[in-house]
DNA sequence: TTGGGCAAAATGGTCCTACCATTTGCGCCG
DNA sequence: CGGCGCAAATGGTAGGACCATTTTGCCCAA
């Protein structure tokens, strides 16, 4: 406490200027010295403290929103806030992979039984009997949505998020839950081909309960048949449009 | 052929000039308008082609450049070159990822070892006989490095990256390799407490040679069983040197 | 007293201009 | 003929000015 105001940051300089600054930004969140939602000095002060142009500075902000790790909003009170989450900006990484090698969807399907069926068993291990439960209510209530004549797309889309990432959840390891965040933009599309064909729909609402009253149960065997069943469905689904969405948009770049 | 000097970009925008510079670029290069390798107008052309200013031009290009699609260079004959490569920064996020969240190295075991024993299984059903052989070569190249007395840490790291990375080429699924080459640095720091301990060296050397040739005679059962060995191992290991690094850097992010 | 609207201040966004640093390549000189 | 250095191209930085947006609060009117 002797010094009320810090320095945290030093004047910076190497012919890079806007990479160091960058970097001690960067360095100041990660330590903790900068907190989430903590706002940064203005543009016009930081340019005194790092003793550089106002160009680097705004250089460096640039690719540290760009990274994730601020979010910048203008007029009076605005400037650079650090951003809490962590997730982010992941899923715009993969959904720009997928764009430039335009994956075949059948190896985004593989992967993802992959990993749904390590976490089905990690679920069964660690998952508390209340996560249980819910993840039971949760493909229920999923259940009874597709079993509408006219089911809402965008409410199904959001409850098949929710129970995968419930299922990541309850595996208790953040990178399952990272990989599946970074996951469901790229694969919901293909997701919901299959809650679009009626002939599929209900089995995969169906099958869906079933898996969650597996994991309930403690049945690994039987969850690990019906993750099994879902996606030989999926892919059966997807064999069945084959050429005929040639140029489908596959993923949507959200900038919001 | 109408066209040699196609316009390529438009005269943009008001207010967020910088953005919608970035997103033009940037779909030029996903639409495949500019090639890999292919070196953009300068700073100061592209000024003029946007009908904006320099520092806009700049903003974007940084943006751009963190994102992982552009490398640019200095001097004359540089500039901003699209870049090849795929996957890109994924990595650095991943890294991002567990700097914020320190996440515990088990968590990383767990979900490496996960993926690894799909991959063997992949690697079994699809690797090519020449992949086989040459994963056994390699695997017995890395054994032979690691008996030495005194191993180049520099020339293990890169031999263990590269087998990891080959086994991920064999699945023959690009989100396999995509997930292998993010978790390579992140990861790479606990497998070299592997190849530090001695009294691990040489039986986690043995135990890659004998998983790559249980590969290579298409064994997935004893595959899996040498996997699981070798995350067994890891796993003792970390646990011995428990507290004794409490802040150790994990992960050393390189902006080269 | 209270409500609304307007003005000022803070701050990011942009443009401009000049200059520095680095790299390449060409031409001059030995 | 060859090596060395200078000039040009280009990114990197500095500083200043102005615009756009947003918040705050003041002032006037009902």
């Given at each position: 406490m002797t010094t009320?105001?810090?320095?945290?940051?030093?004047?910076?300089?190497?012919?890079?200027?806007?990479?160091?600054?960058?970097?001690?930004?960067?360095?100041?969140?990660?330590?903790?010295?900068?907190a989430p939602?903590?706002?940064?000095?203005?543009?016009r002060e930081m340019q005194q403290q790092f003793g550089t142009g106002r160009g680097a500075i705004r250089e460096a902000l640039r690719a540290l929103k760009q990274k994730g790790l601020l979010d910048i909003?203008?007029?009076?009170?605005?400037?650079?806030?650090?951003?809490?989450?962590?997730?982010?900006?992941?899923?715009?990484?993969?959904?720009?992979?997928?764009?430039?090698?335009?994956?075949?969807?059948?190896?985004?399907?593989?992967f993802r039984e992959s990993v749904d069926q390590t976490l089905a068993l990690l679920a069964i291990a660690r998952g508390s009997a209340e996560a249980k439960a819910s993840l039971v209510a949760m493909a229920e209530e999923f259940e009874a949505c597709l079993r509408q004549d006219?089911?809402?797309?965008?409410?199904?889309?959001?409850?098949?998020?929710?129970?995968?990432l419930a299922l990541a959840g309850m595996a208790a390891n953040p990178i399952f839950?990272?990989?599946?965040?970074?996951?469901?933009?790229?694969?919901?599309?293909?997701?919901?081909?299959?809650?679009?064909?009626?002939?599929?729909?209900?089995?995969?609402?169906a099958n869906w309960a079933d898996t969650a009253r597996a994991i309930a149960d403690n049945d690994p065997m039987r969850?690990?048949?019906?993750?099994?069943?879902?996606?030989?469905?999926?892919?059966?689904?997807?064999?069945?449009?084959?050429?005929?969405?040639?140029?489908?948009p596959l993923v949507s770049p959200d900038d919001s």
């Open positions: 009320a105001t810090e320095p945290l940051f030093f004047p910076a300089k190497a012919g890079r200027a806007s990479e160091d600054v960058a970097l001690q930004i960067e360095a100041a969140i990660l330590a903790g010295r900068l939602e903590e706002r940064l000095p203005s543009e909003r203008k007029g009076v009170k605005g400037g650079a806030y650090v951003r809490k989450v962590g997730m982010i900006n992941i899923g715009e990484s993969l959904a720009l992979f997928l764009k430039q090698h335009d994956v075949e969807p059948l190896a985004l399907v593989e006219e089911p809402d797309a965008d409410r199904v889309g959001h409850l098949d998020r929710d129970l995968n839950e990272w990989v599946m965040q970074a996951l469901q933009r790229g694969f919901s599309s293909h997701d919901y081909a299959l809650y679009d064909t009626p002939r599929y729909r209900e089995r995969t609402a969850a690990a048949s019906l993750i099994g069943y879902h996606y030989a469905m999926l892919r059966a689904c997807l064999a069945e449009r084959t050429v005929n969405t040639v140029n489908s």
